[in-house]
């Protein structure tokens, strides 16, 4: 069992930063896969990024590339997502997820642990 707590999002300006942290709970955290995900209201949770169980690779959507930066520290049970140059179009509850796997997966229903989220507004 794994339990997620998000923190770090708020409210910032179009090209600001934000950084997302993710705790984790559980002494198996380093075996999995890691994945963030955001949703907007009356659109499903979408695929932002992912992490493998060790760290080494890293997945991204197309909107976020160049732009946000996934991590991980195992020592700490937490992931992190950092979010560079944001935009309006980045407004959204994002969420962190565990996958059973050491690999990243970009589908939601691939993810066994979910954390509450976390809103990220971005104002223009």
């Known amino acids: 069992q794994v339990q997620l707590v998000e923190s770090g999002g708020g409210l910032v300006q179009a090209g600001g930063s934000l950084r997302l942290s993710c705790a984790a709970s559980?002494?198996?955290?380093?075996?999995?896969?890691m994945g963030w995900f955001r949703q907007v209201p009356g659109k499903e949770r979408a695929f932002v990024g992912g992490?493998?169980?060790?760290?080494?690779?890293?997945a991204y959507a197309d909107s976020v590339t160049g732009r946000f930066t996934i991590s991980r520290d195992n020592a700490k049970n937490t992931v992190y997502l950092q979010m560079n140059s944001l935009k309006p179009e980045d407004t959204a509850r994002y969420y962190c997820?565990?996958?059973?796997?050491?690999?990243?997966?970009?589908?939601?229903?691939?993810?066994?642990?979910w954390g509450q989220g976390t809103q990220v507004t971005v104002s223009s």
């Open positions: 992490i493998t169980w060790d760290g080494l690779g890293t």
């Open positions: 559980g002494r198996t955290f380093s075996s999995y896969a």
């Open positions: 997820a565990a996958r059973g796997s050491r690999f990243i997966r970009s589908r939601a229903n691939e993810y066994d642990y």
